[in-house]
């Protein structure tokens, strides 16, 4: 009970994490997680994440909402020409380290809505949001497809366990 009322201190869910990970994973850890998961969905109650203002927000969307699973997911946004947010879905669910991809179903998905931006975005349940081979290949697959239908992937975003890797912000896309 003192761990719990340790990290309840904390004063957002990254410094949580971040504590976490000096911890040695077992039971009460995973309890942690998902007391960290009730606590970040009742965060989420109280923001508008109806646009996208920064990257920020969206990291922190990401974080909460599935930084911290044990099996990979793959989450698509779908924003208009101001990058307000017009939907959001998860798309693919995956195993521990990794989730089939289809660009067809996310261009499906778009076409739903008025789309012209889109960011995609997955976990790495392992914490180490290094971009494999097959997260570049995807992540160019999608970007060309997009192109052909006057559309723009404006970011790849990796999550897991409080850390990111954007690919806009380390140059590849």
Not at 32 to 55: C, H, P, Q, S, V
Not at 146 to 163: A, F, R, T, Y
């Amino acid at each position: 009970m003192e761990k719990i009322l340790k990290f309840l201190k904390c004063k957002d869910v990254d410094e949580v994490v971040y504590k976490m990970k000096s911890y040695e994973i077992n039971e009460e850890i995973e309890e942690l997680k998902n007391l960290i998961y009730i606590i970040g969905k009742e965060k989420l109650k109280n923001k508008d994440f109806t646009r996208i203002r920064t990257m920020r927000e969206l990291i922190e969307f990401l974080n909460i909402n599935i930084g911290i699973k044990n099996n990979e997911e793959f989450k698509v946004f779908f924003l208009d020409c101001d990058n307000k947010l017009l939907g959001e879905k998860t798309l693919f669910q995956g195993t521990v380290d990794k989730s089939v991809v289809y660009p067809r179903l996310i261009v499906e998905e778009a076409l739903k809505y008025p789309t012209k931006g889109i960011v995609i975005s997955h976990n790495h349940p392992s914490g180490d949001v290094t971009p494999s081979v097959k997260d570049k290949e995807v992540t160019q697959a999608i970007k060309e497809t997009l192109k052909n239908l006057n559309m723009s992937l404006v970011d790849h975003v990796i999550v897991g366990q409080g850390n990111h890797y954007s690919f806009l912000d380390n140059g590849i896309l």
